[in-house]
């Protein structure tokens, strides 16, 4: 069975620094394509980052800000934000691609299975 949890969310001061990660079971996590997404009350799920065999990408509103990376074990994938602001906020959740082929995309219509989401808050 395919299971995506997430984790290490909660209060962060403007211009801090949180680490969430995304733990993966029920397939091998270092063939999928993987994706961070995040959405805020009243809008719509928008893609973060996502890595590939290939590479990772980030959406403009986090490049530079945020880092996606896999563990050396391959079971994790991290998701290191920095100089979060307070429209970083959101629940983040990470999601399993279809496909192990080809670069990532910020697409969510692209992935199959999702984690239960972990709560960024931003705030003074």
């Known amino acids: 069975q395919v299971q995506l949890v997430e984790s290490g969310g909660g209060l962060v001061q403007p211009g801090g620094s949180l680490r969430l990660s995304c733990t993966a079971s029920g397939f091998t996590l270092e063939y999928f394509k993987i994706g961070w997404f995040r959405q805020a009350p009243g809008k719509e799920r928008e893609g973060v980052s996502c890595?590939?065999?290939?590479?990772?990408d980030y959406a403009p509103a986090v490049k530079g800000r945020f880092t996606m990376s896999r563990d050396k074990a391959k079971t994790t994938v991290y998701l290191q934000m920095n100089s979060v602001k307070p429209e970083d906020t959101a629940v983040y959740y990470c999601?399993?691609?279809?496909?192990?082929?080809?670069?990532?995309?910020?697409?969510?219509?692209?992935?199959?299975?999702w984690g239960q989401g972990t709560q960024v808050t931003v705030s003074s």
């Open positions: 890595i590939s065999r290939r590479g990772t």
């Open positions: 999601a399993k691609d279809k496909s192990i082929w080809g670069v990532c995309n910020l697409g969510p219509g692209e992935y199959d299975a």
